[in-house]
C-alpha cells in the first residue's frame, strides 16, 4: 500500500469519525437532552487530521 492511499484511507476513517460524532451530539442534545461531552474538541481534532491528511494527497496526486 502506497502513501498516498494510506492517506487517502486515514483521511476517510477520520471523515466518518466526524459524522459519526456529529450525529451523535445532535441526537443527543436534541431527543436526549445529554449532548456528547467534549464533542467541540473531537470535532477539531479531527477535521485538523482530514486537513492535513488530505493535503499530502492532493498534492501527490497532483489534482488541487
Known amino acids: 500500500m502506497s ?3 494510506l492517506f487517502a ?3 476517510s476513517c477520520c471523515l466518518v469519525a466526524l459524522m ?7 441526537v443527543g442534545r436534541n431527543l436526549l437532552s445529554r449532548p456528547l461531552l467534549g464533542a467541540t474538541e473531537i470535532e477539531e481534532i479531527l477535521i485538523g487530521s482530514i486537513v ?7 498534492a501527490l496526486r497532483e489534482s488541487h
Open 3 to 5: 502513501v498516498q492511499r
Open 20 to 26: 459519526a460524532v456529529v450525529v451523535v451530539d445532535v
Open 52 to 58: 492535513f491528511l488530505g493535503y499530502p494527497v492532493l
Open 9 to 11: 484511507a486515514l483521511a
